[in-house]
């Protein structure tokens, strides 16, 4: 038994290190940008356009006051903003908006939900469960570009 428990706390602090080494979030050249962009166009949004029949949203913009708003909501202060991040969901507008106040014209495109989320230790936590939820007021473009 202590040998299972020594096993799993190595696999763990190893697969930590690797997370945090590998972990995204660092500067790309604008050239990346543009081909990631660009094989987002060939490879899905072409698809999601002609099998649905739509013109789907390519880009979502929030303002800095809801960032800043969205971590102020789940707690983040300038003495411990180095343990929050911005986790960013997929979805589709529904046609049952559930009385929040989305544009008729977002029904059926694609967008980002931001939840801000909390660090313990290397592991990444939802904070969804008490009270912080998560945003969904970008602006999409298209229609709106």
């Known amino acids: 038994m202590k040998y299972s428990k020594y096993i799993s706390e190595n696999f763990l602090n190893l697969k930590n290190k690797i997370m945090k080494k590998n972990r995204p979030g660092q500067p790309i050249p604008r050239s990346l940008f543009d081909a990631m962009k660009e094989e987002y166009r060939k490879n899905r949004l072409e698809l999601i356009n002609t099998t649905l029949g739509i013109n789907d949203a390519t880009k979502t913009w929030y303002s800095k006051k809801t960032i800043d708003a969205l971590f102020k909501a789940a707690g983040a202060t300038p003495a411990n903003e180095d343990q929050f991040g911005l986790e960013i969901h997929y979805g589709v507008v529904p046609q049952d908006r559930q009385g929040v106040d989305i544009p008729d014209d977002y ?7 931001l939840i801000a989320t909390k660090e313990s230790g290397e592991i990444t936590t939802l904070d969804g469960d008490d009270g912080k939820e998560p945003y969904n007021a970008g602006t999409l473009c298209p229609p709106n570009c």
């Open 107 to 113: 029904v059926g495109l694609h967008n980002v939900i």
